[in-house]
């Protein structure tokens, strides 16, 4: 009786323990759920922070950038305020400037009153131009010379560009006089001013007696300074691209042959060039005519207006400091780095430099191209014998197929002796060399079959009889295969051999129609030489 009671108890124990087993682990699931989730958020959290920390950083950086941008043109401004005041004290010198253009503009007053109490050179300048462009040249050289009793270099610059944009009429008259003392030897390094007057005189805008001035100058030049370092007669010679042509993929040694072409193509190539730039002129159109008047003009205004705006001896620094700073309001530079300005006599190239951009720049007037030109016509012509040498060169190389492993040497009549033969023969002895494989069997199962009837009949046995019979069955298949295996692989052999024919049949024919073609090139090469030689002799 109470066993009965004692087991209905654990019954109910056992049904409230696993009922809270099961709450139990429900819950432990339910934190392993929230603590994930706790952790997930964590990380979200940290990304976040990170990623606003990062934002942060740049919103801070960029905000710092910008007060000091702000802050340096707040400064910069306050500076060109000072600056700009200062500069108001040199209203007469400013007027100078101003008039001069407007009259260069084409603005041109009819009575022009100049302050000239600070012996700026631009005051009797800007007087000389306007008499010259109301057609009074007395007066205007009088105003020219006093300005070059003030600052030599700049007034007599400044008149051969100023008459150039502005009355090109009178600018072989005063050119004549003062060009040989702006340019007494031309320098290795060239000036803006130097290129300005130099693209006037070789266009023959100053006249012809300013422009054999500056061949005589040139020519001196380049005798005293000799060929520049880097200037070597590779890029006289034009560019072309070899039209690629379809080569047997086991032909090698054509390399020289290519070579021959393609100095023939830049042959042809230089010699209509030199055609280009010296024939047309013979006979130059209105649109060179334009070329000729409008592009060196337009850098002589372009030099003549840095000219002008450097200022006074005493205002230079401090425009080229406004200039610095204005750059720093406009967010454009800093005031501490220079502006970047262009200057009227910065350096613009050495001089084989831009005798060699003259003499290939297909845009400029055909009279700058045939200057140019005259002072490399000795280098010109050194270069087109150089080029007709390499392509009329004879060829002396080898040339080879490679075929199965087989190396053939070829000319244009054939291959070279004996190598096609030589060649097939050792493809033959290649594949010939082993026999069959079925050679072992054969004689194997002859030799047992023999022994077999020989045993059979001395013993009598029908079962040795039946086997030598087999053996000699065995024989027999395997002279057939032998003979078999040894027809097939003749005639692989013999495939092999035909393949070998043909590709050196074709090598033969590619280079046959390859030198065929380098003859003539070698031949249009002679012509091209002559033809240069001729145009060259000319300039």
Same mark, same amino acid.
């Given at each position: ?269 230089? =010699? ?25 003009? =337009? ?227 002679? =012509? ?12």
């Amino acid at each position: 009786m109470s066993s009965g009671r004692g087991s209905g108890s654990d019954d109910v124990v056992d049904f409230f323990l696993g009922d809270w087993n099961i709450t139990d682990r429900r819950q432990n699931q339910r934190i392993r759920e929230l603590q994930e989730g706790l952790d997930q958020a964590n990380q979200r959290v940290y990304h976040e922070r990170s990623r606003l920390r990062s934002e942060l950083s740049q919103v801070r950086g960029s905000l710092e950038k910008r007060l000091d941008a702000i802050s340096a043109s707040f400064d910069a401004f306050v500076e060109l305020s000072d600056i700009r005041a200062t500069l108001a004290m040199f209203d007469g010198t400013a007027m100078a400037r101003h008039r001069t253009r407007q009259i260069l503009s084409g603005q041109r007053p009819d009575e022009l009153r100049l302050d000239d109490t600070s012996a700026y050179w631009l005051v009797p300048a800007t007087l000389g131009l306007h008499a010259l462009t109301g057609g009074d040249l007395g007066t205007a050289r009088v105003r020219f010379a006093e300005a070059a009793d003030r600052d030599p270099l700049r007034a007599e610059v400044f008149s051969i560009l100023a008459t150039a944009v502005a009355a090109p009429e009178h600018a072989p008259a005063l050119a004549g006089p003062v060009l040989p003392k702006l340019l007494p030897a031309l320098p290795h390094e060239v000036d803006r001013w130097q290129r300005a007057l130099w693209l006037l005189a070789a266009d023959g805008l100053l006249g012809d007696d300013a422009r054999e001035e500056l061949r005589l100058r040139t020519d001196t030049a380049l005798r005293e300074q000799g060929l520049p370092q880097g200037d070597d007669s590779t890029r006289r010679i034009p560019r072309v691209e070899l039209k690629p042509e379809r080569a047997p993929v086991n032909l090698s040694g054509t390399g020289e042959i290519q070579q021959r072409l393609l100095a023939a193509e830049q042959l042809s190539a230089l =010699r209509e060039r030199l055609e280009h730039t010296l024939v047309t002129r013979s006979a130059p159109g209105a649109d060179d005519a334009g070329r000729r008047r409008t592009a060196p003009a =337009r850098f002589a205004a372009e030099t003549l207006r840095l000219l002008i705006d450097e200022g006074s001896s005493e205002e230079a620094p401090l425009i080229e400091r406004a200039a610095q700073l204005r750059a720093v309001v406009e967010g454009s530079g800093s005031a501490s780095a220079d502006s970047g300005r262009p200057r009227w006599d910065a350096r613009v190239g050495t001089l084989s430099q831009l005798l060699h951009a003259d003499a290939t720049d297909t845009g400029a007037p055909v009279d700058r191209r045939a200057f140019a030109l005259s002072f490399e016509c000795a280098r010109t012509l050194s270069t087109a014998e150089s080029l007709a040498h390499r392509a009329q060169q004879p060829w002396r190389g080898d040339v080879v197929i490679t075929e199965q492993g087989q190396r053939v040497p070829i000319t244009r009549d054939g291959p070279v002796g004996d190598a096609l033969a030589d060649a097939e023969a050792q493809i033959a002895r290649r594949y010939m060399r082993g026999g069959s494989e079925h050679r072992h069997i054969t004689l194997s199962a002859a030799a047992i079959g023999v022994v077999l009837v020989a045993v059979g009949l001395s013993v009598g046995s029908p079962v040795l009889w039946i086997i030598g019979i087999a053996a000699f069955g065995c024989s027999g298949w395997g002279v057939y295969k032998d003979s078999s295996g040894r027809q097939h692989t003749m005639e692989f052999a013999r495939h092999q051999q035909e393949r070998m024919r043909t590709s050196v049949d074709k090598g033969v024919a590619y280079l046959g129609a390859l030198l065929d073609k380098t003859d003539a090139a070698g031949a249009r090469a002679g =012509r091209d030489l002559d033809a240069i030689r001729g145009l060259l002799a000319g300039v």
